[in-house]
């Protein structure tokens, strides 16, 4: 069949973004009906979004056919079980964000109800130490979830701390492997057409004109094609989030690394920490109204636990949404729809939920339908997700040691995230929902952890006499110590990799392993 | 830091909705030391005086809390099982099952492939693809035991009892569990307020009840203050009320199914129990329904008619009190019964049990999410509609379901657990056939493997029905141990 009988995709930018979506469509679209290509330019460089994950990104290796020791091996990956967070309540707290469940209902009453009465009677572990996730995290251990379990060794999931760049290439071979185009170049204009406002084509700085019938933008903050040629207007979420700039480097590797991804709140914002098998990414994201560009890199480097593998570079962003991330034909992945920092290693996940959606409701080849609307719909609902989330971290900090902790502290929330707060707040609830990221446990475990004691508990579990609450309990923490005593280290798992000997377990689109 | 528990909760109302309802609070919130008194309204007045009741899988899977025997409920109420709805239009004839498609859940994308390929084939159901659809078609039903984890999600059923016979059952477990139950309640009962909340009510009797929560089933709404202005749900637009006429007859079951037939633009919703045959007519319009009931064959049967509004309350729970009567949640059909709707309810309301103080921020809650249960009900409610040509439209339901299947054969995600997805694509797939969009991610499969794929799926579910027991045998069984 012959190239003009086919339908043209056109990737816009060769990032994370764009080589995640171009292997998806490799593998799924028909050669013989489409032809997809991308352009990207050597002498741009890409912001290099998400070297932490969240479990999802799991499910989608598995949807590609990827080999898991294969990707860890070849994006220098190491195992996360959560993301550990410094200084975010009280100055010196510290709790993890888990990948996994934190104890059972009992009669229908949930777990952290119980966890409650006994906190208030001063008889309570932290709450992670109910969590199996948890406990193997911080004592640097590693191993895969068992689905069949029905004790903690079945109630966590698992993600990846990796080289985003390495798995960019990654992706490219995969996708080039399955007859997709790469065109070096850059965008230098577009053309849109007068009747229908839809992109024709665009301009390279070659001289050469690509048309096409779908174009996917995936040219990061900048947005050539959804902001800058359909002007699709960018909501900030500045005012919610306040941090606008990062300063990121790469030191060596000092020690074993840790499974799970460390954020460090400071005077101004937070620093990532985040182990490979080689490396250590680090980052420092601030608000420049309180920090300057150099003070920033400074004092990222004097925080470092090794030497510095190069100069710090300064990411500038806004925080927010495009409207649309769907508009004409025209849709937009990744940075170039939105950005929220990557405060919950959600960055990849948003690429891979767009992708997903994209061919969930892949445009008509007659002209585009009710899927564009549902789409949006459905994008904006995970952006609102993952933003109120992060805006708890940063609104329900304890921190009066300075201006920027106490105006975040003071920040309106947004109507969605101050009823979920206010339910918890006045009566221990967590509030559900079944579309979008982020279940009640991970809310419970920034909620506690961050030191938000609801005003009341529910009731019933005052009904059993308070030792045998607390003989529960125990019993669940006790039941964790045990199972990590067959674990081994973070660093014997990942010795598993090298040799391709780990026989790793089905994948599944949740947070918290198999059961959730 | 806990306040004041609950200690007592009282449900005003009639007919069954109070007796389940009462047993379910009963055996839920026993274990927490909260007392249940039920308030029976005296009258026959608005009772539903059908001769079965239907009990969705939903429900029946609250029995366990309950410490009902299924099969002892079964039994004694002389019940008839339902592997899910029988669809039969002018055109079409299609299954909607309460079980999943397909034998697994990898099975989905197999699902989705059907669309196109059955289309191309003239086959307008799904129904080759579900256990459920082939058992009930070739005249075959089983319970599936706690050994065959995997048949259990396949064969899920409602039941369909005798109504008398389950109020009988359900008195007997009140009496078992302990809840004090008020009878003969003749005269619109005395509300006395505290404080905008409802402290107690005064019987005809002279007897004075108190408790911190109430929960009115009643028709007339007993408990809603007279001055209180109601919100409503808009919950469609095109129609507010609908005509129902009802009858029923002695007769033996053809198939664990429940039928949805056609006939001069009116709704035919038959059910069987073991041996009532329960006929509902549902229309737009009294003349037609009354024509067709004089009408031959349907004329020799004495059909009682009346008039069900749509009916949704925008705050369900007001103060201390939860408004789950006629005239507050209602969606006439043969989806969704009041008491699948009650108990929907009940069940969330348990979840979040609240101290005996009001907490707004819960109120609130509980009111978003069964608005959002309410909203997902009445749209599969309304889309059976379109079986008779009604175009009837969930307000707000913008894309609708229909939209989004008839062009993308995608489901819009739901938000609650009131709907099935099985059901909605059988239900879609029979009313509109294949989507405009085939599914891209199958481009690269060829069509003659997944012909191959689909043949191995059917006859593997054809197997399996054809190895359950026949129907009426499993329930002479049944009814006879």
Known sequence: MQYENKRDVLIVGGGTAGWMTAAALSRFLDPEHFRIRLVESDAIGTVGVGEATIPHIRQFNDMLGIDENEFMRAT???????????????????????????????????????????????????????????????????????????????????????DATLYAKFLRDYALARDVQRIEGKVVDTELNTSSGSIAAIKL????????????????????????????????????????????????????????????????????????????????????????????????????????????????????KRDQCWAHNCIAIGLSSGFLEPLESTSIY??????????????????????????????????????????????????????????????????????????FRTCGHVEQYRQGLFMPASWLAVYLGQGLIPERYDSRVNVPALADVERYLERVHKGCVAELRHLPSHAEALTKIKMGAAAYPPSSLSLYGTKL | MSEQPLKHIAIVGQGVELWFSTVFLTAALKPFNVAVTCIELG??????????????????????????????????????????????????????????????????????????????????????????????????????GTDRPDLQALLRYGVHLETDRLVNFLKHQLTRLGATHVSAVNEPPVISLNRGQIASLLCSSGKKICADFWIDLSANGVLQEASKNVAMHSLLSGCSAV?????????????????????????????????????????????????????????????????????????????????????????????????????????????????????????????????AYINEAFSFNATMFTLVNKSYRAAGDVPSQSEVFSRTGRLLPAATDAVEPQQWKSLLYGLMGAPALTDITLDRIASGDVNKALNELEKKIHGIASSMPNYADFLVRLLGR
């Open chain 1, 350 to 423: 948003l690429i891979q939920v767009a992708i997903q959606k994209l061919l969930e409701f892949f445009p008509g080849h007659e002209g585009v339908g009710v899927e564009r609307e549902v789409y949006n719909s459905q994008m904006n609902l995970e952006y609102d997700r993952v933003r109120d989330f992060l805006i708890l971290h940063y609104w329900l900090n304890r921190r009066a040691d300075n201006a920027f902790w106490r105006a975040c502290s003071a920040m309106e929330l947004p109507e969605s995230l101050t009823e979920k707060v206010n339910l």
């Open chain 2, 243 to 371: 005509q129902v006429a009802q009858s029923w007859r002695e007769a033996p079951p053809n198939s664990a199914a429940r039928q949805l037939s056609t006939a001069e633009n009116v709704l035919h919703d038959t059910l069987n129990s073991a041996r009532i045959e329960q006929s509902s007519l549902y229309s737009d319009s009294e003349k037609a329904l009354a024509d067709l009931c004089a009408s031959k064959p349907l004329a020799r049967f004495d059909w009682q008619f009346s008039k069900k509004s749509y009916c949704a309350l925008a705050s369900i729970w007001d103060e201390n009190c939860l408004r789950l009567g006629e005239r507050a949640l209602q969606i006439p059909g043969p989806a969704f019964s009041r008491l699948s709707l009650i108990m929907a309810a009940l069940v969330q309301f348990v979840d979040q049990l609240p101290d005996a103080g009001v907490k707004p921020a819960l109120i609130q809650s509980y009111n978003r999410n069964m608005s």
């Open chain 2, 43 to 144: 009258g026959c007045a608005n009772v539903n005086t059908a001769p079965l009741e239907a009990l969705s899988p939903q429900v029946l899977r609250l029995l366990k809390l309950m410490q009902i025997g299924e099969l002892d409920l079964i039994r004694q109420c002389r019940g008839g099982y339902s592997l899910g709805l029988d669809c039969r239009s002018v055109h079409n004839r299609f299954f909607v099952p309460h079980g999943e498609l397909g034998l697994e859940p990898n099975d989905s994308v197999l699902v989705g492939a059907a669309y196109s390929n059955y289309a191309k084939r003239g086959i307008h159901n799904l129904d080759a693809l579900s256990v459920a659809a082939t058992a009930a078609q070739q005249g075959k039903f089983a319970v599936v």
């Open chain 1, 205 to 320: 700085d070659s001289g050469e004109r690509l048309m096409a019938e779908i174009f996917v933008d995936c040219s990061g903050f900048r947005s050539l094609l959804l902001g800058q040629t359909l002007n699709v207007s960018y909501e900030s979420w500045r005012h919610w989030l306040p941090c606008d700039r990062a300063v990121a480097v790469a030191c060596e590797k000092v020690s074993a690394p840790h499974p799970y991804t460390q954020a460090f709140a400071h005077e101004c914002g937070w620093r990532w920490r985040i182990p490979l098998t080689t490396r250590t990414g680090n980052g420092l994201v601030y608000q420049s109204q309180g920090m300057s560009d150099d003070e920033a890199a400074s004092r990222l480097l004097a925080e470092l636990d090794g030497p510095a593998l190069g100069d710090p570079r300064v990411i500038r962003f806004e925080t927010g």
């Open chain 1, 76 to 162: 220098n990956a190491t195992y996360k079980l959560g993301i550990q967070f410094h200084g975010w309540g009280d100055k010196d707290s510290s709790y993890v964000h888990p990948f996994g469940l934190c104890g059972h209902d009992i009669n229908g009453v949930d777990f952290h109800h119980y966890w409650l009465r006994l906190h208030a009677e001063g008889k309570a572990r932290s709450f992670g130490d109910y969590s199996f996730a948890v406990q193997a995290a911080l004592a640097g251990k590693f191993d895969y979830p068992v689905s069949t379990s029905d004790g903690p060794r079945g109630e966590y999931g698992y993600a990846f701390h990796l």
